[in-house]
Each structure stands twice: as C-alpha cells, then as structure tokens.
C-alpha cells in the first residue's frame, strides 16, 4: 500500500518502450530519481512507477536513450488536487469537517481528574463544573488562576490544584492536604483500656502507669495503662495516658451461603441499542426510550471519537448490549472466593500482623460454612471513652 | 593497474578489515529467497522476469528465478522481489 506522504506528492506509472530500457533506470537512479515496482514486460518494455516531479526528468533521459514513455496512471498530486477540485460538495465537506474538527478543538471535551485520594472525583468535577468549567467549555476563556482560587474555596481539603488543556481534553491535577493530627487536651485525663481479648506480650508505656504484666491474659474493656501517675509530693497526678500493649489476640470468623440459590444463566441472543451524545445532549437511535427491558442484564459501552490521550471530539458513542438471562436455582458456591472475602474481613478488623490462620469448610443443613480462625499480634490498647 | 584494482583487496588482507569497510564492494542480502537487497550497485545490465544482471564495476552479480521484479530502486540501491534461485558472482 502506498504511503499516504507518497499520494500527497503524487505518483506515476508509465511504461517504457526501446532497445534497452535498463539503460534508462540506470540513468535516472543515477541522477537521484527514485524508481519502485518496476515489472519488466518483454525485453524491450518496462513498466515502473516515480514520483510526479521526476516524470520530466524521466521523460528526458528516455528520450536521449532512444526510448518512449506512455503514462499510464497518475495517483494523488497535482491530479489528485484536480479531480477534489471537480467535486464542490467533497470539497465542501471537507472544509467544513476541518473547519468543525479546528472549531471544535478550542472547547473541553474531556476532563480527567488526577491525584484524588479521600476526595472523589464527582466531588472534583462538580466543583469545576459549579465555577463553570466542565464539558463544553471555551477553554482559552478559562483563566486558571481564577478557577483554581474558586475550585480551592469550594473544597478546602485541596492543598494545589491545576489545570491543562491539551486538544480539547482537560488534566486537572490536584493534591489533597494532609489531615489534622489529632488533637487532645492533655489536662483531660484517661486511661487506655483492652479493644478486645488478648494474652499480653509486652506493654510500652509513654505517660500513666502500667496496669498489666506480660504474660496476662486479659478481656475487652480491662483497664491496661491508667490515667495517673506519681508526682513529687507523693499524691497520684492525674494523666492521659499514652503508651501501646501489644498482644497476641486470636479471630474466628464465618461466611455463609445457602446450598441451593438463585443462578443467572445466559438465554437467547443478546441485543444492542445505540445513542449519540454530543456534548451533553442525547440522541437516541432507537424508539421506545421509556420502555423497561426486564430479564436482561444491561452493560453500557462509551466510545470517544478522538486520539485516546491527545484529542477529544464532543461526539460519543454509547452501545447498551442486552443479555437476557433465565433465573435457576443451584449451586454457585466458590470456598476459594469466600476464603478471600474472609481474609479481606479479617485485614479490615486488625491492624496488626497475622501469625496463622486457617480456613475450615464445613455444612450446616443447608448452609455451606467456612470459617476463618487466625492468631494475630497487635496493639489492643485504645483510649476509654 | 592491476595493482590499483586490487589495493582494497590487498588492504582489507593486511589489515584484517571486514568486507563491507573498503569502497567498491557490493553487498547482497537475502530473505528466504523471497527477496534480495542489493548495496552498491553501478547499474542493471539485464532485466527479465527470470534474470536480473547488476554491475558493481569490476564485478557482476546475477540472480537467477521466476517472476523477478524491481521493487525498489534509487542512487545505490536495488530491492529485488520473487522466487530466487540462484545468486552467481562474475
């Protein structure tokens, strides 16, 4: 396939009569002219293909072999020009799918928000949107100083926030501030107490007194650091107590899940439906919109017209694939799936570190059990009230 | 002057150069036998679908098939496509 450079510089194809055409190639590569497919026909004929500008050249060093030259084809160049020349409604198009393509360039039709962490990005774009940045807007109206002030005061968790816009999509860059430590009257006296059950392993106390040994066991709610402590006179100071009881603490959770439930199955030939928007507005192509397709999963599908990463158009298209499905009832149970939920549980529960665990599958009537039991180490001391 | 038309030979002896390094040589590479590039070539002396001759001054090279075809051609540079047979140096 020709390069679409080589269309816009315009090619020939011609074919070469004489007692010895070779001689012609040999002359033209020699003077830089760049020949390619070039077929020999007989002894006395050729045929090859060079770019516009050279046929002259060409034409001139066969005649000075003693050869002719019959142009077969011309593609792309001058030609090429000619003939979108003869046709105004193509050319017209073209001019104004370019003029809309520049037109278009100049409005945001994408905005990526980057560097979000507590806040969402519906937060971020809401926002933008309420300062009267979004999809759709003028972007070389925009002054970012002016939008970053007023996004920064909308949301005061944003330390530094910025925008840049290249080819119609939008980068918003931002970086949340740190939370507050937080804070505590230290005059407020308390002690630290057991979160839950645990065998003590070591007790590291920065401010109170120590309550337990290593090697106790003690239950949820025992007070492990109290909230006071000897001061010069003899008389006990009350303190906030400060300080970490770490303890080998042991887990046992279970998941559940009946032996007979309701399955999805796929039935039937899935079908799609397509819309359009540009910009913000929808158009549908199809009827009856407001009617409600029961028994099918629904999976929507966006697709942007434009360069991923380099240029947005506002146009979309969006696919709703339905997949009809029939409800059964059976058995859908994975112990390898549920033992992952458990395991997310357990990380959810504790901080600390998980020294064994164990995964035990069993049944209950009609119930599939699997339970986790873990032995764990972590700081049990939390502050009371 | 023999002795001149075989000083790069001589040098590329003495020296223990590789082939390509001195000037005049030509240099034939081929792909499976679908596809030949030809470097430093003075000319085509015969073109057939069945035989295609390039000079290299001193030397020739002929390559031998079935539906040889010019695929490409500039200053010193040949892009031979086809079924090649045979690669004979004269």
């Known amino acids: 396939m020709e390069r679409i450079s080589d269309r816009m510089r315009g090619s020939v194809e011609l074919e070469l009569f004489g007692a010895f055409p070779a001689g012609v190639l040999n002359s033209a590569v020699s003077e830089g002219i760049e020949l390619w497919d070039v077929q020999s026909r007989d ?44 046709r105004p409604v193509l050319l017209a198009g073209l001019l104004v799918t370019a003029l809309l393509l520049t037109a278009s360039s100049l409005f945001v039709w994408d905005v990526e928000v980057q560097g979000t962490r507590r806040l969402s990005r519906g937060e971020v774009l809401r926002a933008l949107e309420d300062c009267g940045f979004g999809v759709g807007s003028f972007w070389p109206g925009v002054k970012t100083d002016l939008l970053r002030s007023e996004v920064m005061v909308r949301l005061p968790e944003l330390a530094w926030m910025a925008v840049n816009v290249s080819g119609s999509r939008a980068t918003v860059a931002v970086a949340e501030r740190q939370p507050k430590p937080e804070m505590y009257d230290a005059a407020d006296a308390c002690s630290l107490v057991a979160a839950r059950d645990g065998l003590v392993r070591r007790v590291n106390v920065l401010a109170g007194s120590a309550q337990v040994k290593e090697g106790e066991i003690v239950t949820a709610g025992r007070v492990l650091i109290a909230g006071s402590s000897d001061s010069i006179n003899g008389m006990p100071r009350a303190v906030r107590a400060r300080g970490s009881v770490m303890a080998d603490t042991w887990y046992e959770l279970s998941a559940v899940c009946p032996v007979r439930e309701r399955l999805k199955t796929p039935a039937g030939v899935p ?30 599908s966006e697709y942007t017209l434009g360069l991923s990463g380099l ?15 029939r409800l059964s009832t059976g058995d859908d149970y994975d112990p390898e799936a549920a033992g992952q939920r458990l395991y997310a549980l357990l990380e959810g529960r504790t901080e600390g570190q998980i ?13 599939h059990v699997l339970t986790l039991r873990a032995h764990c180490t972590e700081n049990i001391a939390i502050a009371d009230g | 002057m023999k002795a001149d038309r075989e000083l790069p030979a001589a040098l590329e002896e003495l020296l223990e150069l590789p082939g390509d390094v001195l000037p005049g040589g030509g240099r ?63």
């Not at chain 1, 799609?272 to 028994?295: C, E, H, M, P």
């Open chain 2, 28 to 90: 034939l590479t081929l792909c499976g036998g679908r596809q030949a590039l030809i470097e430093g070539q003075r000319g085509i002396l015969e073109y057939t679908p069945e035989r295609i001759v390039v000079s290299f001054g001193r030397e020739k090279l002929s390559l031998n098939g079935d539906g040889l075809r010019l695929r490409a051609m500039n200053r010193g540079e040949l892009l031979v496509t086809g079924r090649i047979r045979a690669a004979e140096w004269e």
């Open chain 1, 311 to 325: 240029f947005s158009t506002p146009l979309r298209l969006v696919r709703e694939r339905f997949v009809p499905y």
């Open chain 1, 43 to 86: 002894e006395h004929s050729l045929r090859l293909k060079t770019f516009e500008k050279n046929l002259a050249r060409l034409e001139r060093l066969a005649r000075r072999a003693g050869c002719e030259v019959d142009i077969r084809k011309r593609v792309g160049g001058r030609e090429g020009l000619r003939r979108v020349l003869r």
């Open chain 1, 355 to 367: 020294l064994e665990s164990a995964l035990t599958p069993g049944r209950a009537g009609e119930l």
């Open chain 1, 271 to 300: 079908h799609s439906r397509f819309a359009l928007v540009f910009g913000k507005t929808r158009l549908n192509l199809y009827i009856g919109s407001g009617k409600t397709i029961d028994g099918c999963d629904k999976i929507i």
